[in-house]
């Protein structure tokens, strides 16, 4: 059974930072691109970023590169999201996920989610 649980969400203020964390159990994860997406109530998800469980290539959304780093700790099958100079519209619930395809289509390709960590920027 697989289970993604997400942690490290909270409130921070413009310009600060968050690091995101996620324990996976369950996935084998050479199958997979993990990530992070996001959603707001009414919107569309939007993925954030992936990493190929090798660690070699990352991928970004253009709204958060240059800010947010994804990273994995393969010993402890965990899973990060450094997120620096936070901004109000980066408020949003926060999911780490598996998919199945790397790269800018990796927020359609999902096989499971975790249940998510709120993240509030106020400014």
């Known amino acids: 059974q697989v289970q993604m649980v997400e942690s490290g969400g909270g409130l921070v203020q413009a310009g600060e930072s968050l690091r995101l964390s996620c324990t996976v159990s369950g996935l084998n994860f050479d199958d997979y691109a993990m990530g992070w997406f996001r959603q707001t109530p009414g919107k569309k998800r939007e993925g954030v970023g992936c990493?190929?469980?090798?660690?070699?290539?990352?991928y970004y959304a253009d709204s958060v590169k240059g800010r947010f780093t994804i990273s994995r700790d393969s010993a402890k099958s965990t899973l990060y999201l450094q997120m620096n100079n936070l901004r109000p519209e980066d408020t949003a619930m926060y999911y780490c996920?598996?998919?199945?395809?790397?790269?800018?289509?990796?927020?359609?390709?999902?096989?499971?989610w975790g249940q998510g960590t709120q993240v509030t920027v106020s400014s």
């Open positions: 996920a598996a998919g199945l395809v790397y790269g800018r289509s990796w927020a359609e390709s999902l096989d499971a």
């Open positions: 990493i190929k469980w090798s660690g070699v290539s990352t």
